[in-house]
Structures are given as structure tokens and as C-alpha cells.
């Protein structure tokens, strides 16, 4: 039997490595464990995304959704999944969602990224920020940011194609 973290190590490593079904099966196992493992649902979300099979992509991120509603990346997800499916109006709730968090959050991280490096260098774990480190916080920055790109154009093209639109929140 594997504890938790085993699981969730696992996943990500699976779910890295693009075996999508070993991914599936340590997120069951977390899920297993507590069931609004929002990381978990998370990924058998995008592994069903990934694999087309949009119902059960849906199932499971609406289920990350309700366990955390201000998860950025379970609302991202939610909005890609509908825009694949070419539901529009629901990509478009979702987006603006994750458009509220990321600015509620500050979530590019830019103003920020100065104080996490200095309080990583000043860590008796790690001496000092290494070159992979920097880059994935850049990556994912940088992610973000184009993600958070094109949802302010989604919206911006959605809102006027529909000029009756007035946002509301997602329930």
C-alpha cells in the first residue's frame, strides 16, 4: 500500500512522463485517501482532457472546482475543456473566474519573484535558487501570463459577439 505523498510523487512523475494512465491510477490512489485532493482531480482531469475523453475531464474538474472554487488551475482547465468542445459561453465564465483569482491573487508573480529568490537563497535547504529552479518559476510565470493573454482576449472577442453579457459569477 502506498502512503499518500508515494502517490502523489508518482502522479506527477507519471503524469510528467506523459504515461497518462500510471498518472490516472496514483491520483486514484490519492483521491482514494481524500477525495477533494484538488491536485489529484486535477490531473485526471487533464489526463482525460488530453485523452479527449471530455465528459470525464469535465466530471473530474467540475469535482476539483467544488472542493476549491479559487484553484487556478482547476479554472484554467475548465475553461480550455470547454473551449475544446467549442462551448464558448462556458469557457468564457471560467476564464473570467480565473481572470478575478489571478488578479486577486497577483498571481504573475513578477513583483514577487525578488523576495522568493532571496528567501530560497537565505534557506539552510537550499543555499541558493539553482538554475532548474529559476527556470521553472519562470516557465510557469511565463505560462501564466500567456495564459492569462488569451483568456483577456477570449473575453474581450466573447463579450463583443455578445453584447448582452454581464459577468457573473460561476457556480
Same mark, same amino acid.
Given at each position: 500500500?502506498?502512503?499518500?505523498?508515494?502517490? $502523489?510523487? !508518482?502522479?506527477? &512523475?507519471?503524469?510528467?512522463?506523459? =504515461?497518462? /494512465? @500510471?498518472?490516472? /491510477?496514483?491520483a486514484q490512489k490519492c483521491l482514494d485517501k481524500d477525495k477533494k485532493d484538488v491536485?489529484?482531480?486535477? /490531473?485526471?482531469?487533464?489526463?482525460?482532457?488530453?485523452? =479527449?475523453?471530455?465528459?470525464?475531464?469535465?466530471?473530474? *474538474?467540475?469535482?476539483?472546482?467544488?472542493a476549491d472554487p479559487n484553484h487556478l488551475d482547476t479554472l484554467m482547465l475548465l *475553461?480550455?475543456?470547454?473551449?475544446?468542445? !467549442?462551448? %464558448? $459561453?462556458? /469557457? %468564457?465564465?471560467?476564464?473570467? #473566474?480565473?481572470? @478575478?483569482?489571478?488578479?486577486?491573487? =497577483?498571481?504573475?508573480?513578477?513583483?514577487?519573484? &525578488?523576495?522568493? $529568490?532571496?528567501?530560497? @537563497?537565505?534557506?539552510s535547504v537550499l543555499s541558493r535558487p539553482t538554475r532548474s529552479f529559476r527556470l521553472?518559476? =519562470? !516557465?510557469? +510565470?511565463?505560462?501564466? !501570463?500567456?495564459?492569462?493573454?488569451?483568456?483577456?482576449?477570449?473575453?474581450?472577442?466573447?463579450?463583443?459577439? +455578445?453584447?448582452?453579457?454581464?459577468? #457573473?459569477?460561476?457556480?
Amino acid at each position: 500500500m502506498f502512503k499518500p505523498w508515494l502517490s $502523489r510523487i !508518482k502522479m506527477a &512523475k507519471a503524469y510528467v512522463a506523459g =504515461d497518462l /494512465t @500510471s498518472a490516472i /491510477t496514483y491520483a486514484q490512489k490519492c483521491l482514494d485517501k481524500d477525495k477533494k485532493d484538488v491536485a489529484a482531480l486535477w /490531473t485526471v482531469a487533464e489526463c482525460f482532457r488530453l485523452q =479527449d475523453n471530455y465528459n470525464e475531464a469535465i466530471n473530474y *474538474a467540475r469535482q476539483g472546482f467544488a472542493a476549491d472554487p479559487n484553484h487556478l488551475d482547476t479554472l484554467m482547465l475548465l *475553461a480550455n475543456i470547454y473551449f475544446d468542445q !467549442k462551448d %464558448y $459561453r462556458s /469557457t %468564457y465564465e471560467y476564464a473570467s #473566474k480565473a481572470i @478575478s483569482v489571478i488578479e486577486e491573487l =497577483d498571481i504573475t508573480l513578477g513583483p514577487h519573484i &525578488k523576495k522568493i $529568490r532571496e528567501a530560497l @537563497s537565505s534557506s539552510s535547504v537550499l543555499s541558493r535558487p539553482t538554475r532548474s529552479f529559476r527556470l521553472v518559476i =519562470d !516557465k510557469e +510565470n511565463n505560462s501564466t !501570463k500567456e495564459w492569462t493573454a488569451w483568456a483577456l482576449e477570449f473575453k474581450a472577442w466573447y463579450e463583443s459577439n +455578445n453584447p448582452e453579457i454581464q459577468s #457573473k459569477e460561476v457556480h
